[in-house]
T-cell receptor, first 116, second 111 residues
Framework: AQTVTQSQPEMSVQEAETVTLSCTYDTSESDYYLFWYKQPPSRQMILVIRQEAYKQQNATENRFSVNFQKAAKSFSLKISDSQLGDAAMYFCAYRRGTGTASKLTFGTGTRLQVTL | DTGVSQDPRHKITKRGQNVTFRCDPISEHNRLYWYRQTLGQGPEFLTYFQNEAQLEKSRLLSDRFSAERPKGSFSTLEIQRTEQGDSAMYLC?????????FGQGTRLTVV
């Protein structure tokens, strides 16, 4: 079974600074997708960034980028120029690539605080 | 609002009562998922529908839980004889391709 591990329950970053959230996963599959989701308090979970395992290039979305190390099964999220609105729970998630209906397996999350 | 809609947002019920939640997916999304999220944890998969067919169920989904998606549109999740351990956030997600969109969830408190 696939597992996703987020070893940082909480992280804090000053506004305008950069922070990296860690995620490791375990799978025997070669075709899969990795995601970072953001869950603000009492609000819905939204997709931050997605990485296809077959792509060597790290995904980027504006201030968000990932460091995907396939051999090490590591998938960290870097948030640059942190803003107060980035404060939320961040979940790393995995899904198999075969077919289009596979469920997501989530980590336990990292709570990010952004301070002035 | 064209996002995934869940109703109710909050539900408090007494132990032993039955509850039903509703999820309206994004229009034309043929795939619908239910997840459960307990405090301090990430969401855990419960079940999945493609159109009206329930194609996968987690072992977490005991026989007290049942989900339906008649006509392949909205879905309901029913919990019978609720227990305190059922207290959680129940999330619904829908997708057309490989990217699921989540609703805001229904927070269930069993007292």
């Amino acid at each position: 079974a696939q597992t996703v591990t987020q070893s940082q329950p909480e992280m804090s970053v000053q506004e305008a600074e950069t922070v990296t959230l860690s995620c490791t996963y375990d799978t025997s599959e070669s075709d899969y997708y990795l995601f970072w989701y953001k869950q603000p308090p009492s609000r819905q979970m939204i997709l931050v960034i997605r990485q296809e395992a077959y792509k060597q290039q790290n995904a980027t979305e504006n201030r968000f980028s990932v460091n995907f190390q396939k051999a090490a099964k590591s998938f960290s999220l870097k948030i640059s120029d942190s803003q107060l609105g980035d404060a939320a729970m961040y979940f790393c998630a995995y899904r198999r690539g075969t077919g289009t209906a596979s469920k997501l397996t989530f980590g336990t999350g990292t709570r990010l605080q952004v301070t002035l | 609002d064209t996002g995934v809609s869940q109703d109710p947002r909050h539900k408090i019920t007494k132990r032993g009562q039955n509850v039903t939640f509703r999820c309206d997916p994004i229009s034309e999304h043929n795939r619908l998922y239910w997840y459960r999220q307990t405090l301090g944890q990430g969401p855990e998969f419960l079940t999945y529908f493609q159109n009206e067919a329930q194609l996968e169920k987690s072992r977490l989904l005991s026989d007290r839980f049942s989900a339906e998606r008649p006509k392949g549109s909205f879905s309901t999740l029913e919990i019978q004889r609720t227990e305190q351990g059922d207290s959680a956030m129940y999330l619904c997600a829908s997708s057309l391709t490989r990217r699921p969109f989540f609703g805001q969830g229904t927070r269930l408190t069993v007292v």
